[in-house]
């Protein structure tokens, strides 16, 4: 049996957030009870990647109790000790207060290899827009853009490069190569994709290439920065999920990003050009103003190659995802293909 199987254990679980936990939280002299629910459940006899939630009920020492929901994210072969660095960067870099809420980080896990961390509570962004709620979505549009600007803002020291090979389109994971590769086992080797995804690679990465000659533009960046990572915590307050790809990279990356999932999920289910227009413009001009540059040819050209690259990245997941359809991601790729004159 994996070893993983003990967080889904109750008395198991119990014993280890009054042993790591606990301490952290000096208002709370003890745990009434404590609840799993499973968001993720893939085990395996040598491998798993679990996400849990552990519905906690802390005793007051004052009286009364609380509850708050504590999460784990563990990956056997991938750990997530670089997600716990990130959010404690964040934390003491000051990010997190004044409108914006991140995961706060409690510890990680060796054995497991897992973060456990208090959870944004809320609803994300893409829920708002499936619901059709404009007030909302315009709101939290400002508030991401806003939010993009503060993170942009932080100093870009070393330090805040904890991941790396995820800089760099080149290298972010999953990489060049396995997509390559992946294409060909899902397609073969004369699949009507794989010779213009090359070419299309090929000019994303010479393109970010050039335009990181110089290391201005580089800033501490999210790097999966969509709707479903942005969530409502409050009728004044957004938050940020899913600090994975936190490292340094070009800004105009997250904007690019951001705007390209934003717009592919609004014309998805609202099917409202001018609305999704008027939204994007609404981002762009909040961003430019607080962080207080211009939105000159260079900026645009570097926010058009992450779009691109966004899209392209959507497409591949729809051509791979398990039920996949390649017909769900043909209208991607080929806008791209198009565009990028292949």
């Known amino acids: 049996m994996s070893k993983i199987q003990q967080l889904f254990d109750e008395k198991f679980v119990l014993e280890l957030l009054e042993q790591k936990v606990l301490p952290l939280y000096p208002k709370y002299g003890g745990i009434k009870k404590m609840e799993i629910k499973e968001y993720k459940n893939m085990v395996w006899e040598e491998r798993y990647h679990v996400v849990l939630e552990f519905r906690t009920d802390f005793i007051k020492k004052e009286g009364g109790h609380e509850n708050v929901s504590i999460f784990c994210s563990a990956h056997s072969s991938e750990p997530r000790e670089n997600v716990y660095v990130a959010l404690r960067y964040l934390w003491d ?4 207060g004044e409108g914006i809420d991140i995961p706060k ?4 896990s060796e054995e497991f290899k897992g973060i456990f961390y208090e959870g944004v509570q809320g609803e994300n962004l893409y829920q708002y827009i499936k619901c059709k709620d404009f007030a909302v979505i ?4 400002v508030q991401s853009a806003k939010m993009f600007a503060r993170l942009h803002s932080l100093p870009a020291d070393e330090k805040a490069n904890i991941n790396p090979i995820n800089s760099r389109i080149e290298t972010s994971v999953p990489g060049v190569e396995a997509i390559y590769q992946k294409m060909f086992e899902h397609y073969g080797q004369d699949n009507p994709y794989s ?3 090359k070419k299309m690679y090929d000019y994303f990465i010479s393109q ?4 990181l000659t110089e290391k201005k533009n580089l800033r501490i960046i999210h790097g999966d920065a969509h709707s479903e990572n942005v969530i409502r915590t409050g009728e004044d307050t957004i938050g940020l999920i899913d600090f994975t790809d936190l490292c340094l990279g070009d ?9 390209q999932q934003f717009e592919y999920k609004m014309v998805l289910k609202v099917v409202d050009y001018k609305k999704t227009q008027e939204m994007k413009n609404l981002f762009m001009e909040t961003y430019l103003e607080a962080r207080g540059i211009e939105l000159d040819s260079n900026l645009r050209e570097r926010i058009d190659l992450y779009y691109d690259w966004t899209a392209i990245r959507s497409a591949i997941f729809l051509f791979l995802k398990y039920d996949n359809d390649p017909s769900a991601g043909e209208a991607l790729f080929q806008a791209v293909k198009t565009k990028l004159n292949i």
């Open 138 to 141: 315009e709101k939290m549009i």
């Open 195 to 197: 010779a213009d995804l």
């Open 251 to 259: 800004f105009a990356r997250d904007l690019g990003t951001f705007l």
């Open 93 to 96: 870099k000051g990010f997190h």
């Open 105 to 108: 980080p409690l510890f990680f």
């Open 208 to 211: 970010e290439e050039k335009f």
